[in-house]
């Protein structure tokens, strides 16, 4: 499925560049492929890092952006730090957060100080274990945005890149599980992504009956309330409800007899 999101281009183009912007840039999704995992990146600590070392058994928030972008990429980090901190599910013990820049000239230097600003707003105990920010060639980092589905242009008028905004979910063995558009992460679509990409390893009770509740629509990216699913459970909660009313009524009739007889007074 391919998504053009014009709203979002670079200001400065002439017509033909940005007639080139709108068929190029796009979010295509790919939905069950796996990202290469044996892709090479360098961490903010300038430590060279396979990608697949990022996949421990935890799900993986991906967002593809660059640190010096001068207006998109840090509203797409800011309102992923915003939704993670408005969840339940903590960063660093229940999944992961990875920001790749998409422009090789950027340094492990700019990727540690845009970390170390993210870890200290998001504030929460273990957050620096969840977030990662990597730098990597053109190669690896062009490897990556396709298996993702994220297509950008490079514009050398302007020295910046023009691309769609997006995160994405990917599953503890790299599969792609879900796709969430524009600049308004909601916590509970993301929480229920994360629950769904990690196969119920995280969550609660809770997020599990919201996932029967609710599932996710691939075109808009967001999460529906299936109402088929919505009677089924109330249904089953009215019977249930039902059972315990006439069980609680059959022990107490069952009761009242006994405590009838030893209150009785001997003739």
């Not at 980090?77 to 992961?96: Q, T, Y």
């Amino acid at each position: 499925m391919m998504l053009a999101i014009p709203a979002l281009l670079l200001a400065a183009q002439s017509p033909v560049d940005t007639q080139r912007v709108l068929e190029e840039v796009t979010i295509e999704q790919k939905l069950g492929a796996r990202v290469p995992l044996e892709l090479e990146f360098r961490d903010h600590e300038g430590d060279e890092i396979l990608l697949g070392d990022l996949f421990d058994g935890k799900p993986v928030l991906l967002a593809l952006v660059y640190y010096e972008c001068p207006m998109l990429c840090t509203l797409v980090l800011n309102d992923v730090l915003r939704c993670v901190r408005a969840m339940p599910l903590d960063a660093g013990p229940d999944f992961r957060i990875v920001a790749v820049s998409i422009d090789p000239d950027e340094t492990s230097e700019l990727a540690a100080k845009k970390r170390d600003a993210f870890v200290e707003a998001y504030g929460r105990e273990g957050g620096e274990e969840g977030w990662t920010f990597l730098v990597g060639e053109e190669t690896e980092i062009r490897a990556l945005a396709d298996a993702v589905g994220f297509r950008y242009v490079y514009d050398e008028a302007t020295d910046e890149y023009a691309h769609a905004s997006g995160i994405t979910v990917l599953t503890p063995e790299g599969e792609l599980s879900r796709y969430f558009y524009g600049l308004e992460y909601a916590p509970r679509d993301v929480r229920l992504g994360l629950v769904e990409a990690s196969r119920g390893k995280i969550g609660s009770a809770v997020d599990q009956v919201l996932l029967f509740c609710f599932h996710y629509d691939p075109v808009t990216g967001k999460y529906g309330l299936v109402i088929m699913n919505v009677l089924r459970l109330a249904a089953v909660l009215t019977v249930a409800l039902l059972a315990g009313f006439v069980l609680f009524w059959l022990r107490r009739e069952r009761r009242l007899p006994r405590t009838a007889s030893l209150t009785r007074s001997p003739a």
